[in-house]
Each structure stands twice: as C-alpha cells, then as structure tokens.
C-alpha cells in the first residue's frame, strides 16, 4: 500500500505550542487505541534557530533532537544556560570521529549502527565515565541511503556492544517514505521484545499516529511542530 492513500495525521495550525498541544492529544489517543502509554515527543529542531525553539522551551517542553552533532553544539549550550534541564537526542547519522562530542552533549544517541562506532562510543563513554542513552538503528528495508545496521546483522552487533560495556536501551527505524509504515514498526517492536529492549524510537511527522498505537515510546516530530524546514 503506498503511504499516500492513507489518511495522515491532521497538521495542526497555530503556533509551535499550540500544534504541540494537539499533536500530543492526538498522540494519546493513538496510544491508547493500541493499548500503549504515550509515548515521549522529541521535537526535532535541527535548521531551526533559537527564535522558533525558545517558545516551546516557554510552554515547558524539555525534549529535543537535532541530527547534526556540530550544529547542536553551536546552537545548545547558550539555551542549556537558561534551560539546563533540557534532554537532547541525537537522531542522525554520527561519524566515529565525532563520538565524544556527541557523549558529551546528548542525553540520547538513536543512531548506533555499526562496528566501528560501537568501539569508538564505548572508548568515549570510558573517558567521559558517562553514557547517555543508546539506540540502535536498523534499516530495516534495506534502503541504500539510509543509515543503520541490516536487519540480520542486529544481533551480532547487540552482542559486540555488550561486550564493550555498552548498555543498549532501544531500536529506532526510518521505513521507506512511500510505504505503509505500519509493518515496519511493528516489525521493529517485535525485533525489540525478542532482545528484551524498552525503548522504540519510531513515528515522524507524517506517521506519529500509527507508530504510537504500534508501542512507540519515543516519537520525533519535526515539520508538523516547526511548520516545513526551508
Ligand atoms: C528530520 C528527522 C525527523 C523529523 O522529521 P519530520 O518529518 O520533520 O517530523 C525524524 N527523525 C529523523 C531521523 C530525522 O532526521
């Protein structure tokens, strides 16, 4: 089935709090249409500057996400000073060599996808003595394009991180922009149970609804909270 005949979320109108209000009403009734808690909404930020986050910071919303480890750093702190109990989750692809700047400035990582990054994290979580919360990202089509680990690779790579101390809380996915997401969220929930992970990161803009009556526990919504990113 392609994505476009199905009924997608309706955007809200008003501004960033307001559409954050509706978009988390709307996230409790599809929870609970499938027999799940809400789950947390992540507010993707990335292009966006102070002037469009400090009203969602004002209405107390603490959970953000960017996918640029160097634009995060730049743009934070600065908000973190005023706002220190902010939680930023990394949701994008993270190159090894930026491995310590990430553990020093998230709270989540959503994007473990390989090898050589499991060492390089396990080598910054040593030296910082911190670890933020860490989620495997799985392709689970097999999209060239994308980041994370292939579907039959998972296991392998949740036995290597647990070897070098690591403690994987979740699994986070992206599915084909023109699919029904529906099978591959509940494909990644099963994934989740079978390795006994608590935490689903799943559902955007375009398919919130569908991924938290699925079990989402952490949702990431960009462009329906910001309006479109330029
Ligand atoms: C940009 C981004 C999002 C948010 O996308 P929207 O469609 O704007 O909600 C979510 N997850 C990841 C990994 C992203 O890069």
């Known amino acids: 089935m392609k994505k476009a005949s199905l009924a997608p979320p309706p955007v809200p109108i008003g501004d960033a709090a307001s559409r954050l209000a509706a978009i988390d009403a709307l996230l409790a009734k599809a929870a609970q249409s499938g027999g799940h808690g809400k789950p947390a909404l992540i507010a993707i930020s990335k292009t966006q500057g102070p002037e469009q986050i400090l009203p969602l910071l004002e209405a107390g919303h603490r959970m953000f996400g960017e996918n640029r480890v160097q634009e995060a750093a730049a743009k934070w702190p600065p908000l973190k000073q005023t706002y220190p109990d902010v939680a930023l989750h990394l949701v994008g692809q993270l190159q090894s060599n930026k491995a310590a700047d990430a553990v020093a400035l998230f709270d989540a990582i959503h994007s473990l996808d390989r090898s050589s990054l499991v060492q390089a994290l396990a080598a910054a979580v040593h030296s910082a003595g911190r670890q933020p919360l860490l989620l495997v990202q799985v392709n689970l089509a097999a999209e060239p394009q994308k980041g994370g680990v292939a579907t039959d690779a998972l ?10 101390g690591l403690r994987v809380s979740g699994l986070m996915t992206v599915p084909p922009a023109d699919k029904d997401p529906a099978p591959y969220f509940a494909l ?16 955007m803009s375009g398919d919130f609804d569908v991924a938290a009556a699925l079990g989402a526990t952490h949702v990431r919504i960009g462009s329906a909270l910001f309006g479109p990113r330029e």
């Open 155 to 164: 296991p392998a790579l949740l036995e290597e991180a647990a070897q070098t």
């Open 188 to 203: 990644l929930a099963k994934l989740a149970k079978r390795h006994g992970l608590p935490l689903l990161s799943m559902g």
